[in-house]
């Protein structure tokens, strides 16, 4: 075997290697998709579609772990009442569950 032939062969196994990496990266970046990124997109839908189903007189809990009662609905934000004549007015995406 010559010296070029040698080159050649090594060559090939070096442009073999790379399309098996760039392989291998593409499925492990497919498969941190459907492990990371799909769940995450499903619980974010189903928030959403809680949030648009809220009315007033719908007893909610906030992100920071205040319990309330809708008293009325805007378009970016509820207001709740929190006790006695208290009322706050949070943005839609802080409401964290309907009780």
């Known amino acids: ?3 070029h032939m040698i080159l050649a062969i090594a060559g ?10 760039m392989l291998i990266l593409f499925f492990l970046f497919l498969g941190m ?7 995450q997109k499903k619980k974010q839908k189903k928030h959403e ?18 319990f309330g009662e809708i008293r009325s609905v805007k378009a970016d934000r509820f207001e709740i009442q929190v006790g006695g004549n208290t009322t706050l007015e949070v943005h839609r995406s802080f409401i964290s569950a309907k009780l």
């Open 33 to 39: 998709w459907f492990m990371l990124l799909a769940p």
């Open 49 to 66: 579609e809680m949030v648009n189903g809220l009315k007033s007189g719908d007893k909610v809990l906030t992100a920071a772990g205040i």
């Open 1 to 3: 075997m010559g010296r």
């Open 12 to 21: 090939q196994a070096v442009e073999r290697s790379i399309g098996t990496e």
